[in-house]
């Protein structure tokens, strides 16, 4: 059964620096990796999905990383500010006919002034 | 990115009564949707996988009786929840797969209170 887990579970930076979220999962066989955020009492958005071929994607401040064979992500955060408050997510598609996606436990970020 | 809309945002009803939410897709044909709940500072809880033009698979323990999915085109998912009891309040949030990208969107959740 596959599990994921995200390292830390909550983290705090001052405005203007640079993190990186941790994203590790028991089984390689993947399909593709996709990070969100969640902010209180919202949906999901989507900020990056590597397929399983891939080894990084990048999308403005953000930069997604894959090493599928030792089972980890990081999401990278550049120059942080209070905006990118929230809990991030990473979940993991499995290879096959299984469709549903498998979440992280979350890390809930705050970026204070 | 592309946008999933769910209708209502939040609803209150009586206990005993039937509540539907609506899913649609605005940018994308979605074959496969998906229903979670979400309980306060918990992680999201699969319900159900809809497929367009077929049954939903629902998750062990969720009663496809009471939470009736619809998939009735490649935009719209429908949520019915019948006869709502208080432990039914929950944050219901739907999601869509774009299939050209493989990437999987998120509506904005639904907040359901039953009184």
């Known amino acids: 059964k596959q599990e994921v887990t995200q390292i830390p579970a909550a983290l705090s930076v001052p405005e203007g620096e640079n993190l990186v979220l941790n994203c590790s999962f028991t089984d390689s066989a993947i399909y593709n990796l996709q990070w969100f955020r969640q902010d209180p009492g919202k949906g999901l958005t989507s900020l990056l999905l590597?397929?399983?071929?891939?080894r990084e994607q990048t999308s403005g401040r953000l930069n997604a990383s894959l090493d599928k064979s030792s089972g980890r992500s990081t999401l990278y955060i550049a120059a942080s500010q209070p905006g990118d408050s929230a809990t991030y997510l990473c979940?993991?598609?499995?290879?096959?006919?299984?469709?549903?996606?498998?979440f992280g436990t979350g890390t809930r970020l705050q970026v204070t002034l | 990115g592309a946008v999933v809309s769910q209708h209502p945002s939040w609803v209150i009803c009586k206990s005993g009564t039937s509540v539907k939410i609506e899913c649609r897709s605005l940018?994308?044909?979605?074959?496969?949707m998906f229903w979670y709940r979400q309980f306060p500072k918990q992680s999201l809880m699969l319900m159900a996988t809809s497929n367009e033009g077929s049954k939903a698979t629902y998750e062990q323990g969720v009663e496809k009786d009471k939470f009736l999915i619809n998939h009735a085109s490649l935009t719209l998912s429908t949520l019915t929840v019948t006869s709502a009891h208080p432990e039914d309040s929950s944050f219901y949030i739907c999601?869509?797969?774009?299939?050209?990208?493989?990437?999987?969107?998120f509506g904005p959740g639904t907040r359901l209170t039953v009184l």
């Open positions: 940018d994308f044909q979605a074959t496969t």
């Open positions: 979940a993991v598609r499995p290879g096959g006919t299984a469709s549903k996606l498998t």
């Open positions: 590597i397929q399983s071929s891939q």
């Open positions: 999601s869509a797969r774009d299939p050209s990208t493989d990437t999987q969107y």
